[in-house]
């Protein structure tokens, strides 16, 4: 059974049209992140909710905001998406995030594609 | 520079072949370290943690170097199915990756 689930697998937007994606996760795991990938490159950390506790990378656009109304779900905004926005969107979460032995597990991703 | 660096690749080899992929990282408070492969167009998987005495899954061994700043993972006897990317991440709070490096097994 799918433990992280990403929602929707493909979206397609235009460009300046706000899009949000979904992530939930059945594992009860205390921390949610976001990554954004593009390709051929490493993902690339946007934010990440510690419990209810955001934390915001300092490179990470103004463009980019998320919310977790609870345990389960995560949601990634973006605001007015440009076309450099463009990519695999990953949702990971991990047990504590904080213990040298925490793993991350990813949810399938949600490809993004801005017209 | 990079906080993770990786060979992009591409590796190319035939089944059956010994490979090694090096990874080094610039962040000495670096608590953890993983290998983890993705397939294209899919998620990243962990593959295997990393741990200072090394550690090994069947045809899959991984070392870590930390006076060197460095991880390694060798894969013996590969399999067509080993093809994918596997990327070499590191953990200081948050885990950092790197490229990434492309592994294709061919018969």
């Known amino acids: 059974d799918a433990m992280v689930i990403q929602n929707p697998r493909y979206q397609v937007t235009q460009f300046g049209k706000p899009v949000t994606l979904s992530c939930s996760q059945t594992?009860?795991?205390?921390?949610m992140y976001w990554y954004q990938q593009k390709s051929s490159q490493a993902p690339k950390l946007l934010f990440h909710?510690?419990?209810?506790?955001?934390?915001n990378e300092a490179d990470t656009p103004d463009n980019f905001q998320s919310r977790r109304p609870n345990t389960s779900f995560c949601f990634l905004d973006i605001r007015s998406p440009g076309l450099g926005d463009a990519a695999m969107y990953l949702c990971?979460?991990?047990?504590?995030?904080?213990?040298?032995?925490?793993?991350?597990?990813f949810g399938p991703g949600t490809r993004l594609t801005v017209l | 520079r990079k906080e993770v660096e990786q060979d992009p690749g591409p590796f190319n080899v035939p089944e059956g072949a010994t490979v090694a992929f090096n990874c080094t990282y610039s962040?000495?408070?670096?608590?953890?370290f993983f290998w983890y492969r993705q397939d294209c167009r899919k998620e990243p998987k962990l593959l295997m943690s990393?741990?200072?005495s090394g550690n090994e899954d069947g045809r899959f061994t991984a070392q870590l170097n930390r006076a060197s700043q460095y991880i390694s993972l060798l894969i013996r006897d590969s399999k067509l199915s080993d093809s994918a990317t596997y990327l070499c991440?590191?953990?200081?709070?948050?885990?950092?990756f790197g490229q990434g490096t492309i592994l294709t097994v061919h018969p």
């Open positions: 991440g590191t953990s200081y709070g948050k885990l950092t």
């Open positions: 594992l009860n795991h205390n921390v």
């Open positions: 909710y510690y419990d209810k506790d955001f934390n």
């Open positions: 990393v741990y200072s």
């Open positions: 962040n000495s408070a670096s608590q953890s």
């Open positions: 990971a979460t991990s047990r504590d995030g904080g213990s040298s032995t925490d793993t991350q597990y």
